[in-house]
């Protein structure tokens, strides 16, 4: 049972553009969600996270969405840049006071800027 | 070090033998983590520490894995009688402390371990 989902396995954005990376969950529980990003034989490394008190959140040239009612985020990047190509990690967590425990990923989603 | 350290970065055994795989997390930080990432999957969490205690250990997928903090630092998972599905890549991370909303989780590059 898959409570992270990322259906898009792969996106390709030209560079300059906007990249719009989307996840959905299912887990009415989750509070607390973030975006990791992934270059190969690397570890996941923090990008941004939302709350779920909040329905925005931007960092530099990037701003995540959360619609509750849709239990639906999105990460947007602008503009995409080639630095900007990895595997993208969307994560979700259930304890509103422990915002980090248990990470529940989704399956990520391979962004590729083209130049 | 500044980051996570993970040892051995590639490890393969053949099946039935046993694996320690180590982390050294960011010094201070109190929150350790361990997630297991397969092929082609996002990482999905094995067991969670707060210093030395064992707080959750609900993801451990068999009795043939084992972690252990013993001194609130450095941590070990041990993978005994090893199988072909425990191929895997080994993710540590680590955090100040989990139980602070928004503390970043800091993850080391993982052990890739395959059992032939």
């Known amino acids: 049972d898959q409570q992270v989902k990322q259906n898009s396995p792969s996106l390709s954005v030209q560079e300059g553009r906007i990249s719009i990376l989307n996840c959905d969950y299912t887990?009415?529980?989750?509070?607390?969600f973030l975006w990791y990003k992934k270059y190969p034989a690397e570890g996941p490394t923090f990008l941004i996270s939302?709350?779920?008190?909040?329905d925005k959140n931007e960092d530099g040239r990037f701003t995540v969405f959360l619609n509750k009612s849709a239990k639906h985020l999105s990460l947007h990047i602008v503009p995409s840049q080639p630095g900007d190509s990895a595997v993208y990690f969307c994560?979700?967590?259930?304890?509103?006071?422990?915002?980090?425990?248990?990470?529940?990923f989704g399956t990520g989603t391979r962004l590729t800027i083209i130049p | 070090g500044a980051g996570v350290s993970q040892s051995p970065r590639y490890k393969v055994a053949k099946r039935g033998q046993d694996v320690a795989l180590r982390c050294d997390p960011i010094?201070?930080?109190?929150?350790l983590f361990w997630y297991q990432q397969a092929l082609g999957q996002g990482p999905e969490f094995l067991t969670y520490?707060?210093?030395?205690?064992?707080?959750?250990k609900s993801g451990l997928p068999s009795d043939r894995f084992f972690a252990e903090r013993p001194e609130g630092s450095v941590s070990t998972l041990k993978i005994q009688r090893t199988q072909q599905e425990d191929s895997a890549v080994y993710l540590c991370?680590?955090?100040?402390?989990?139980?602070?909303?928004?503390?970043?989780?800091?993850f080391g590059e993982g052990s890739w371990l395959t059992v032939v």
């Open positions: 991370a680590s955090s100040l402390d989990f139980r602070e909303a928004g503390n970043t989780i800091y």
């Open positions: 887990n009415s529980m989750f509070d607390y």
């Open positions: 939302i709350s779920s008190i909040k």
């Open positions: 994560a979700a967590s259930p304890n509103p006071n422990f915002g980090n425990e248990k990470l529940t």
């Open positions: 010094s201070g930080h109190v929150s």
């Open positions: 520490f707060q210093n030395e205690a064992q707080l959750d």
